[in-house]
């Protein structure tokens, strides 16, 4: 079957660093994406990962391992407005762009 | 600017009643997508279209159905066969397969 598991919330102080994490299990992989996720609107795209390592974009990073069937989402210097539901994705197939998401991570940013 | 337009933002069927949900991007993408998002669960798969004049059901497709005449439009139809349709629907593009997707604000359907 396809499985995408990730902590269902979390909760972080404002300047802090947090991780959320995504474990996959699925029939193909193709790459893994990252969104984010205010409440009642539409996810918005942060990263994409298709080979192991680090992607580092601003204060997000996001981070694969292909053979752990394991990705992160490295959020630094937390801010108040980073309070938002994030979503893993993983593309099956190439050359296709349906992807599987996992329930996604509620993060709750404190001052 | 360029986006993605879902309308109408919040919507209400009768039983037995047939729905169209409008999905208008002016972003020159090939690809569209309908999500449905329930409460607990990821964004799943309605249908796709990856070209003008084609598309592909999705992992949840029954009880829905969707047009794509127009690169710009990808209208979804809840028909009266979906027994639970109530649940935040999304749309997106992609200019292609290896690019990311982009969402619009979604429609809320609920049941009255």
């Known amino acids: 079957g396809q499985n995408i598991d990730q902590p269902t919330e979390m909760t972080a102080t404002e300047g802090a660093i947090v991780q959320i994490n995504c474990t996959y299990q699925?029939?193909?992989?193709?790459?893994l994406f990252w969104y984010q996720q205010h409440a009642g609107e539409a996810p918005t795209f942060l990263s994409y990962?298709?080979?192991?390592g680090l992607e580092e974009k601003g204060r997000f990073s996001s981070f694969l391992s292909r053979s752990k069937g394991y990705s992160y989402l490295l959020l630094k210097e937390l801010q108040m407005k980073d309070s938002a539901s994030y979503l893993c994705?993983?593309?099956?197939?190439?050359?296709?762009?349906?992807?599987?998401f996992g329930t996604g991570t509620r993060l709750q940013v404190f001052p | 600017d360029g986006g993605i337009t879902q309308s109408p933002k919040y919507l209400f069927r009768k039983e037995g009643q047939n729905v169209t949900l409008s999905c208008e991007q002016n972003?020159?993408?090939?690809?569209m997508y309908w999500y449905r998002q329930d409460p607990g669960q990821g964004l799943r798969l309605i249908y796709y279209s990856q070209i003008v004049n084609d598309f592909q059901k999705g992992d949840i497709a029954e009880g829905y159905s969707v047009s794509r005449e127009k690169k710009e439009s990808f209208p979804l139809t809840v028909t009266s066969a979906q027994k639970n349709p109530t649940a935040f629907y999304l749309c997106a593009s992609s200019i292609d397969w290896s690019q990311p997707q982009h969402f619009g604000d979604g429609t809320r359907l609920s049941i009255l």
């Open positions: 990962n298709v080979l192991d």
């Open positions: 699925t029939s193909g992989f193709n790459g």
């Open positions: 972003l020159n993408h090939d690809a």
């Open positions: 994705a993983v593309r099956r197939d190439y050359n296709t762009d349906k992807l599987i």
